[in-house]
């Protein structure tokens, strides 16, 4: 995915607070070589932000979610779709956004098998999404839209949610 433009600079912005230098920004991500490179230290990072709340001031998970993003943008090896749903479920909580990309970074290589099929990716990757809801530690805020999508979950709709 190359996510670029506005969306790039508002989730890179809003991720960055303090200037304290982790391991994520040791990792250089702007080549696709260094991006291949780097996939092991993705799925560590994703799993960094889905272990932690969704609110908090580690500093370290701010790292991990722009390291992340960067990621994302830069790698040639992998697409990830951004759909209209995932945008609604998310408005206003940019966040919440940095733990879908998260959970799609981490379901796409953990699944390189099926990585290409966008259907699939989608599914495993907002069954994660999920999963983080619905844990209360987790302190995500079940919204209209929150509550939608956990009950076409429950009900197994979540393809039919994602529009396929």
């Known amino acids: 995915m190359k ?10 912005f ?8 982790t391991e994520y920004d040791m990792i250089p991500v702007k080549t696709p ?15 960094l932000v889905l272990s932690k ?14 390291f992340i993003i ?3 943008s830069n790698t040639n090896a992998y697409t990830f779709t ?9 408005k206003n909580n940019e966040l919440l956004f940095g733990i879908y990309l998260s959970c799609i970074a981490k379901y796409a290589l953990e699944n390189p098998a099926i990585a290409k099929d966008e259907t699939k990716v ?27 999508f956990l009950n076409a979950k429950k009900a197994g709709k979540l393809e039919e949610y994602i529009g396929k």
């Open 3 to 12: 996510i670029t433009g506005p969306i790039l600079t508002f989730l890179l």
């Open 14 to 21: 809003g991720f960055q607070s303090q200037a304290q230098v």
């Open 33 to 47: 070589e260094e991006c291949k490179a780097a996939e092991s230290k993705v799925i560590e990072a994703a799993n």
């Open 53 to 66: 709340p969704l609110k908090g001031n580690d500093n370290s998970i701010s790292k991990a979610r722009t």
């Open 70 to 72: 960067v990621w994302m």
């Open 82 to 90: 951004i759909n209209e749903n995932i945008t609604k479920l998310t």
């Open 122 to 148: 989608q599914l495993g990757s907002y069954t994660l999404l999920a999963a983080y809801i619905e844990e209360k530690k987790n302190g995500v805020e079940v919204t209209k839209q929150v509550q939608k």
